[in-house]
């Protein structure tokens, strides 16, 4: 089914900033899982489905394509967008037709321009303004106008707003529709080579054919919930919370007019809507403040706790300080009904993807205890098993149950410590903890993660494996060091020594990593290092200076000549920061993340 839908993806006639074309296959996958889990999630007949935040509307063609939506399911549609829904409205008109031919006879005009004249590089002012592309911008800018005034624009007038708002999505740069203060399109003129995409006929009746039940409207998100009833599922896709949330503190609003407060009031409205027994599904970006507002959310309407699902973006963002961060995407689901258990124990211990679900609904920035019960609810056979062994559990000599690795290990993925060298986790995961501490900057590693012993100084052939092989990846030491769950505590004064202070820990983040999916710059600073290691071995002159990420480093008690290999300091801040999305802050020789990004609010 995956396979089939990715290569016939349903597509809508115009290109939208957040489109959701491409996610419709990850969306279906998340929620067959959920069904397999006894939630309900596709429409059945009368039961309706709304998108109050429609743009391009290609999830909603995206549903119905997949048969989420039942081909005769009604739909509200709605946006603020008043031209956006104009244009939708002339598709699913009987008009349609003519607006094809308008389109076929601009995408005419505009090729002779380009095939006569270029493209606008170059021009001056008045010269470009004579171009079509901006002499179209300059007639919607007129309707704009009018639309202010009088928002029932004449039927002659409308087919010339979906024809001319189709031919600039199509010809504008990036396909963005961006508005100044007064409502004006601003956007310049892209560079396409063949826009033939002005004229789709395909496309085009396609999406009027999926329009015909639907009911399609300029509203705000506000007044679209008002329709909502019992049964009806309702998928919203608003305007992200910016992943610097300095955009929201300093203007309180991005760049869509969307601040902070609206997604608050957005969550609500969900949950209100999940009370009366309708179905929530919620995109954005993975970011703790919206998790910890759609959970607030649903605490404040007695509601089931969102599911989240985070979708792995393969989209980078610059970030202050040190380049690029992966972005992921969350989904989150609300249902009236609690999923019968959301995990088992089994499921979490082998399967890699399951595990990395179930650490991702946990929340962050609370105590070590608090994060134990959410993985207990969602989990009872966990919870059962640390029931069951937690006297085993306390016979452990104090240093295999008080250190935070092996205290997660029992009480988040339900094993006793042992001292067994196979990886912890079926699906070959180390469990470690760390410890972030707050410094005058923001928080940052306290010490390296000791990974794997690789030798011995006072005897240079216990390297041998380190030796044996050119590359990092073919090593045999690799495969400890390349997948692993960490799980970042909290540094604190005081003493935390037995199991009890060490629950009262704060965990600030937790995460599974595979060293086979860093950015390109880290892989190659791995190979620079272990290049390193392997010359400092074979010169025996074993030491960590000048390596970057990965240290060989003294392990075991003081002037001990065991040494381990190690991720350090600097590579374990980093790694959270390309695990989580959370930027990382460089300052001098210091690398760091800002408090704000650890703080409950
Ligand atoms: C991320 S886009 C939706 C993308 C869409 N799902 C798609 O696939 O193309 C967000 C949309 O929300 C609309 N919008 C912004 N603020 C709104 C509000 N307060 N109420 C309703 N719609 C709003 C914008 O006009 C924009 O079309």
Not at 200 to 221: G, M, R, T, W, Y
Not at 288 to 294: K, L, Q, S
Request: with cysteine; proline share 4%; glycine share 6%.
């Amino acid at each position: 089914m995956r396979d089939e839908m990715s290569s016939n993806r349903p597509t809508s006639f115009l290109k939208w900033a957040g489109g959701k074309r491409k996610l419709i296959p990850q969306f279906h996958d998340e929620i067959s899982s959920l069904e397999n889990m006894g939630q309900r999630w596709r429409t059945e007949p009368n039961e309706r489905y709304h998108e109050p935040f429609m743009g391009s509307a290609s999830a909603f063609f995206g549903f119905k394509k997949s048969e989420m939506i039942r081909e005769d399911s009604h739909a509200f549609l709605s946006d603020l967008n008043h031209i956006l829904v104009y244009t939708m409205l002339e598709v699913q008109s009987i008009r349609l037709p003519e607006l094809m031919t308008t389109l076929e006879h601009f995408r005419r005009e505009y090729m002779e321009e380009i095939l006569s004249k270029g493209y606008p590089e170059g021009l001056s002012k008045t010269d470009r303004e004579k171009r079509y592309f901006y002499v179209k911008r300059k007639r919607m800018n007129e309707l704009i106008q009018e639309l202010k005034s009088n928002s029932q624009l004449p039927k002659s007038k409308r087919h010339e707003l979906a024809s001319t708002m189709i031919f600039l999505n199509k010809t504008c740069f990036n396909g963005l529709w961006r508005v100044s203060a007064n409502g004006n399109l601003n956007v310049p003129e892209g560079r396409y080579k063949n826009p033939l995409n002005i004229y789709q006929p395909d496309i085009l009746k396609n999406c009027q054919e999926l329009l015909q039940n639907a009911v399609i409207q300029h509203l705000d998100f506000k007044s679209a919930f008002e329709k909502v009833e019992k049964g009806d599922l309702v998928y919203l896709d608003p305007p992200y919370i910016p992943l610097n949330l300095d955009d929201y503190v300093f203007t309180s609003y991005n760049s869509e007019g969307f601040g902070l407060e609206d997604q608050k009031q957005l969550a609500e409205c969900a949950a209100y809507a999940v009370k009366i027994g309708a179905r929530v599904i919620a995109s954005n970006n993975d970011h703790p403040v919206i998790r910890r507002i759609y959970v607030e959310a649903a605490e404040n309407a007695g509601i089931p706790r969102p599911i989240f699902r985070t979708i792995p973006i393969k989209r980078t963002m610059n970030s202050k300080g040190d380049g690029r961060v992966q972005v992921n995407e969350i989904l989150m689901f609300m249902h009236p009904d609690e999923v019968s258990a959301r995990y088992t124990l089994s499921e979490i211990q082998e399967n890699q993807q399951i595990c990395s679900q179930f650490l991702n609904e946990l929340p962050r920035n609370k105590k070590f205890t608090e994060i134990i019960e959410v993985a207990h609810a969602l989990c009872p056979d966990l919870s059962r098993f640390c029931e069951e062994n937690l006297d085993r559990f306390k016979q452990l000599k104090a240093r295999d149950k008080g250190s935070m690795g092996k205290m997660a290990e029992f009480y988040i993925f339900g094993q006793l410590p042992n001292s067994d060298p196979t990886p912890d986790l079926n699906w070959g995961a180390d469990i470690k903890a760390t410890h972030f501490k707050i410094t005058r900057d923001g928080y940052n590693a306290k010490e390296r993660l000791t990974i794997t012993n690789c030798g011995d100084t006072s005897d240079y052939s216990t390297f041998e494996k380190l030796m044996d092989t050119d590359s990092l990846h073919e090593n045999h030491y690799y495969s400890k060091l390349r997948k692993g769950i960490l799980l970042v505590f909290e540094h604190q004064g005081g003493t935390y020594n037995t199991v009890e202070e060490n629950l009262q820990k704060k965990l600030l983040s937790m995460f599974t990593y595979d060293l086979d999916e860093m950015p390109d710059e880290v892989t190659a600073q791995f190979n620079e290092d272990f290049a390193d290691i392997q010359e400092k071995v074979n010169t025996r002159t074993v030491s960590q200076k000048g390596q970057k990420f990965i240290h060989i480093a003294p392990h075991g008690s003081k002037g001990s000549s065991t040494r381990a290999l190690c991720f350090n300091n600097k590579f374990v801040t980093k790694l959270l920061t390309i695990r989580t999305g959370i930027p990382l802050s460089i300052k001098g020789s210091s690398w760091f993340i800002e408090k704000k990004h650890f703080s409950e609010e």
